[in-house]
């Protein structure tokens, strides 16, 4: 187990040192995924703190948002698709504390519509970023696996999980 998470590291810290704001190009599936499982488990583990997940989540948002741009370019998308899930959160969020601010109880409704629209764009997103790379376009070369890395379908990675799972030698 050591060395895929070595390498998820590795990857995690190329992006956020080298590529903080490069939100052109293309990023494979592999170094999406590996960046995202270290952001995870790095904020899980400073949960234990108060201010600490906010703290990191706000210090790698651009770096964040950089890989997510690269991989919908490889997937042959606009970047501008990861905003719209934030800018219905933000909204609700915003009209959610107005009507408790306010009183202005009529927009509750508004804030929990937007923010069950954000929700549900979030994971139309997570779909769109799990889509296989496309080939060459606008958006430059199709991206190459990293080295030393492995590339599945997710019905095959499904299926080999399940089938481990239940070996019990």
Not at 24 to 48: D, N, T
Not at 116 to 125: E, I, K, P, T
Request: positive net charge.
């Amino acid at each position: 187990i050591k060395e895929p998470v070595a390498g998820a590291f590795s990857i995690w810290k190329a992006d956020i040192t080298g590529k903080y704001v490069e939100f052109r190009g293309r990023a494979s599936r592999s170094e999406f995924w590996q960046f995202m499982a270290v952001e995870c488990a790095i904020a899980f583990a400073l949960a234990i703190t108060v201010i600490g997940p906010v703290v990191f989540v706000l210090a790698t948002i651009l770096p964040t948002l950089a890989v997510t741009s690269r991989r919908l370019h490889a997937a042959s998308l606009s970047a501008l698709r990861s905003l719209i899930p934030a800018a219905l959160w933000l909204a609700g969020m915003a009209s959610a504390g107005a009507a408790a601010g306010l009183g202005a109880y009529p927009l509750i409704g508004f804030a929990k519509f937007t923010l069950a629209l954000g929700s549900a764009s979030g994971v139309a997103l997570y779909y769109l970023l799990a889509r296989p790379s496309s080939a060459s376009d606008k958006y430059g070369a199709g991206p190459n696996p990293l080295p030393g890395r492995f590339e599945f379908e997710l019905k095959e990675a499904f299926a080999s999980g399940i089938k481990h799972h239940c070996n019990l030698n």
